[in-house]
């Protein structure tokens, strides 16, 4: 009896450990090799338009990040699967909590970002301004300088939006919007003059000023504040993962599909990476 009793005891401490063990190589395995064996890219996204578009009624996605990520799928046999809604300020942490592979919303580099996750080869660059309200005249002079006490910048905590202001310009004060914050609630903090100016992209003022009026303007004869490249990321440590999207990415500028993408959005004036030959 002892004996039985025994070797139960000994099947169940393997049984335990093998589970274990099983538990532990899950937990181990890469987001590369998940993505892999599922033929799913899980995706994070967040609503910045013209980059991704939700359609309120259908929920249906479209948009510039939208189009390159199925282009991606097809290039890499892999299905796209949309996975969860975020925003900008929280596209990271999504990452490093496994609650999707890839923030496929593109994201301007900082050093955060760089710091914690992988960022790809850009998709395509784009070029951010000072923008103000249209009838504020103030800064259609440079002798009104931005970099000013009197001056309130809106940002959005966790994402390029505050922290490039706080850099360029460390003598304006900086209203924090919360992180779950998307472009919208930026621009309306300066349509509702909680803050003299925002720091954005061309594309967003346009489709903004198309749909209502021309609330909007760049601060007059002042050139972009930055050029940024518009990148994936993915979780730290993923270097096969990131190294895959680099590839595909690689291969739409080398078959021109990334410039036919480009010239799609022509009204945004988005900028693709060279070819390497012609």
């Given at each position: 009896?002892?004996?039985v009793?025994l070797?139960?005891?000994?099947?169940?401490?393997?049984f335990?450990?093998?589970m274990?063990?099983?538990?532990?190589?899950q937990?181990?395995?890469?987001?590369y090799k998940?993505?892999?064996e599922?033929?799913v890219i899980?995706?994070?996204y967040?609503?910045w338009?013209?980059?991704?578009?939700?359609?309120?009624?259908?929920?249906?996605?479209?948009?510039?990040n939208?189009?390159y990520?199925?282009?991606?799928g097809?290039?890499?046999?892999?299905?796209?699967?949309?996975?969860?809604?975020?925003?900008?300020g929280?596209?990271?942490?999504?990452?490093?909590t496994?609650r999707?592979d890839?923030?496929?919303?593109?994201?301007?580099?900082?050093a955060a970002?760089?710091?914690?996750s992988l960022?790809s080869?850009?998709?395509f660059?784009s070029s951010v301004?000072?923008?103000?309200r249209?009838?504020?005249?103030r800064?259609?002079?440079?002798?009104?300088?931005?970099n000013?006490?009197?001056v309130?910048?809106?940002?959005?905590?966790?994402d390029v939006?505050y922290?490039?202001?706080?850099?360029?310009?460390?003598?304006?004060k900086?209203l924090?919007?919360?992180?779950?914050?998307?472009?919208?609630?930026l621009?309306?903090?300066?349509?509702?003059?909680?803050?003299d100016?925002?720091l954005?992209?061309?594309?967003?003022v346009?489709?903004?000023n198309?749909?209502n009026?021309?609330?909007?303007?760049?601060?007059v004869?002042?050139p972009?504040?930055?050029?940024?490249?518009?990148?994936?990321?993915?979780?730290?440590?993923?270097?096969?993962?990131i190294?895959?999207?680099n590839q595909?990415?690689?291969?739409?500028v080398?078959?021109?599909v990334?410039?036919?993408l480009?010239?799609?959005?022509?009204?945004?004036?988005?900028?693709?990476?060279?070819?390497?030959?012609?």
């Amino acid at each position: 009896m002892f004996k039985v009793y025994l070797a139960v005891i000994t099947l169940i401490m393997t049984f335990g450990v093998s589970m274990n063990a099983h538990s532990e190589d899950q937990r181990q395995k890469s987001v590369y090799k998940k993505v892999i064996e599922s033929g799913v890219i899980r995706c994070g996204y967040f609503s910045w338009p013209p980059y991704i578009v939700k359609d309120p009624n259908s929920g249906k996605l479209s948009g510039i990040n939208y189009d390159y990520m199925e282009e991606i799928g097809n290039i890499l046999d892999l299905k796209i699967e949309w996975a969860e809604e975020v925003s900008a300020g929280t596209a990271i942490e999504g990452l490093n909590t496994n609650r999707y592979d890839v923030m496929c919303a593109t994201l301007w580099p900082d050093a955060a970002r760089l710091k914690n996750s992988l960022m790809s080869d850009p998709e395509f660059y784009s070029s951010v301004y000072v923008v103000v309200r249209a009838d504020d005249n103030r800064f259609d002079s440079l002798s009104k300088e931005i970099n000013d006490p009197t001056v309130t910048i809106a940002g959005i905590e966790g994402d390029v939006t505050y922290s490039v202001p706080s850099q360029k310009f460390p003598k304006a004060k900086l209203l924090a919007l919360p992180q779950f914050s998307d472009s919208g609630v930026l621009i309306q903090s300066l349509i509702s003059r909680k803050a003299d100016a925002i720091l954005i992209d061309l594309g967003t003022v346009n489709d903004f000023n198309k749909a209502n009026g021309g609330l909007l303007k760049l601060a007059v004869n002042r050139p972009p504040v930055e050029f940024f490249s518009e990148s994936l990321a993915v979780k730290s440590g993923e270097q096969e993962l990131i190294l895959l999207l680099n590839q595909a990415l690689r291969i739409m500028v080398e078959k021109g599909v990334s410039k036919d993408l480009a010239n799609k959005y022509r009204n945004y004036k988005y900028f693709v990476p060279e070819k390497r030959f012609v």
